[in-house]
């Protein structure tokens, strides 16, 4: 068995400037056979080399190096449901191996650390980019997708989504079921003990297998937003979603928060937004603190791209307490309008105004001017489309929208193009459509097409990564898959970005979750 040295390289990014001239901090290790290092450059990445000859391992400006190559054996490892409208801008809106307990590797290369190739680079300093992924509890049952359908080496994150807020505040599940009873094939129905079960096992399952993958608990969404804003507007409130909310996370396994708020409506719910944020974050420490090393768990936020909404936030106060913003880039137009329209389109069409009455560029520009760093901005992207019918084509009148996959005027990215339809593009606005010259039909949606547009965009922006709604959406072929494709055009797995997620909780109140899952 290899014995395990984890060596921390602490590195506290002040900026990109403050990066880039960040020392190098080396450390000279003498040879020793079999012996495992793992060297984590600040909270956020680690890689694991097998020692066979004297090494310096150098931290430049937040990466890992190691000089010479003397690895012998290591190893990179690569909103609610869709029945309410999500409007960007408008009045109504709709989205649908051993581990220490800071969660640093320390076991054979079988176990090896991940380590963010580079390229874009979310929040914290990271240098990889994030591709996460919203995974509904909802969705095991009509769409029968389920946990293990997850294209896990191919993310950083699942958006385990949702959890409800009573109304004292307390952050609870929102299906028992799906979440901690429902029995998969390898459960066992003679287990000792008190258990989890359901998707929350196979979360944690997955984080076992993929040491990349951090699993954030994902609270509110479109249905549940309305209880946000008396929760957050008292002291006591806060303190309970908080500390709620933080215990389902130690109780499921999971890495994170990310808040979907939809939206504050005020400026006092703005500001009592920023202090449920600030609540969160402490609340989140302190834990980790006591029972995870200071391991750093991410707090996110899922965030409109209509200026309407984002106009309505205090960007600046609430940027300090997040990790990254996952921009709803989609639901640009809908059955809310009067025409059709581009549903996620970059750009605006100043020849045809009526087909993009919003843009992905606009929002962003408004976010970084308002004080985030771009790399803190994560791209989202639909893995479904919207439907008009009884039209000429993008910012054409039209009369209704018909059938769909998901629900009326909704079809998921895998039932798309419909037979008889032609997948089209739109280079001013950069978005892809496809029509039906018979059946009049246009519906907007996300191609490989416009994934990889979408890649080009955010690298040239700077921005973070990518976040896609919803999981069961993407086809499941190599070549056709979206959450795929944009992992090909970040430069592979080794881009993705590579900080652990955490294994060790002490206190979960799960006796499987506690142990580890052996």
Known sequence: ?????????PFLLGG??????????????????????????????????????????????????VIPAVASSSSVLRGQSLSSA?????SSSSRTPSVSSAGVVASPASSAAVVGGGGGGGGNGTSGFRNALYFTNWGIYGANFQPQDLPADQITHVLYSFADIASNGE????????DLEKRYPTDSWNDQGNNAYGCVKQMYLLKKKHRQLKVLLSIGGWTYSPKFAPVAATAAGRKK?????????QDWGFDGLDIDWEYPASATEAADFVALLKECRETLDEYSGKHAKGYHMPITIACPAGPTHYNQMDIPRMDKYIDAWHLMAYDYAG??????????????????????????????????????????????????GRAFQATSGPGKPYSGIGEGSAQAGIWLYKDLPRLG????????????????????????????????AKVKYLKSKGLGGTVFWEAAGDKKEE????VKTVVREFGGNGKLEGQLNLLSFPVSEYDNIRAGMP
């Open 1 to 9: 068995m290899l014995t395990t040295a984890a060596i921390l390289i």
């Open 16 to 65: 990109l400037q403050a990066a880039r001239a960040a020392p190098k901090q080396i450390v000279q290790l003498a040879p020793q056979e079999g012996l495992e290092i793992v060297c984590n450059a600040g909270v956020q990445q680690a890689v694991t080399v097998t020692v066979t000859q004297t090494v310096m391992v150098a931290r430049p400006s937040g990466s890992v190096t």
């Open 86 to 90: 999500r409007v960007a801008g408008a």
């Open 171 to 178: 952050v609870i599940s929102s299906d028992s079921y799906s």
């Open 241 to 249: 979603f908080c500390s709620s909310a933080v215990k389902l996370v």
């Open 335 to 384: 059955s809310w309008d009067s025409t059709s329209g581009h549903q996620s389109n970059i750009f605006l069409n100043t020849a045809n105004p009526a087909s993009t009455k919003f843009s992905t560029e606009k929002a962003i520009n408004d976010y970084v001017a308002k004080g985030v760093a771009p790399n803190k901005i994560v791209l989202g992207l639909p893995l479904y």
């Open 421 to 452: 339809a032609k997948e089209l593009w739109d280079e001013q606005a950069m978005a892809s459509y496809s029509f039906d010259e018979q059946r009049q039909e246009l519906i907007s949606y996300d191609t490989v097409r416009s994934a990889v």
């Open 479 to 482: 070549e056709k898959s979206l």
